[in-house]
């Protein structure tokens, strides 16, 4: 069964911009701790942005003032929005929830969307 779905993603030019969406069960969305996550080409995962149970936010600093990440209540969705993107933000991403109080998974009990391709060509 699966608790988060995203949408969104595609190809897109250094500079443009691009919507991700996370739908997510109302129990996870209106009292955990969510965030983005991306899987680079080198295998490597960071987090790009969480927001936490009181609604701060949180990014990773190379994505600071670039990407933002908000709820939507009413549609139950986790959003990343990402504008002038780069090469280097190329990746798969993916939402995750719910997250220790700190922003952090935990296995077994962290659900993950099935991720969504982004490219960006220079």
């Known amino acids: 069964q699966m608790h988060l779905v995203q949408s969104g993603g595609g190809s897109v030019q250094a500079g443009e911009s691009l919507t991700l969406s996370c739908s997510m069960p109302?129990?996870?969305?209106?009292?955990?701790?969510v965030g983005w996550f991306r899987q680079t080409s080198e295998n490597k995962r960071e987090g790009v942005a969480t927001?936490?149970?009181?609604?701060?936010?949180t990014y990773l600093d190379s994505v600071k003032g670039r990407f933002t990440c908000s709820k939507d209540d009413a549609k139950n969705t986790f959003n990343l929005q990402l504008t002038s993107l780069k090469p280097e933000d190329t990746g798969v991403y993916y939402c995750?929830?719910?997250?220790?109080?700190?922003?952090?998974?935990?296995?077994?009990?962290?659900?993950w969307g099935q991720g969504s391709q982004v490219a960006v060509s220079s």
């Open positions: 995750a929830a719910p997250l220790t109080d700190d922003g952090r998974p935990v296995v077994g009990s962290t659900y």
């Open positions: 109302t129990w996870i969305s209106g009292s955990y701790c």
């Open positions: 927001m936490y149970r009181d609604g701060s936010t």
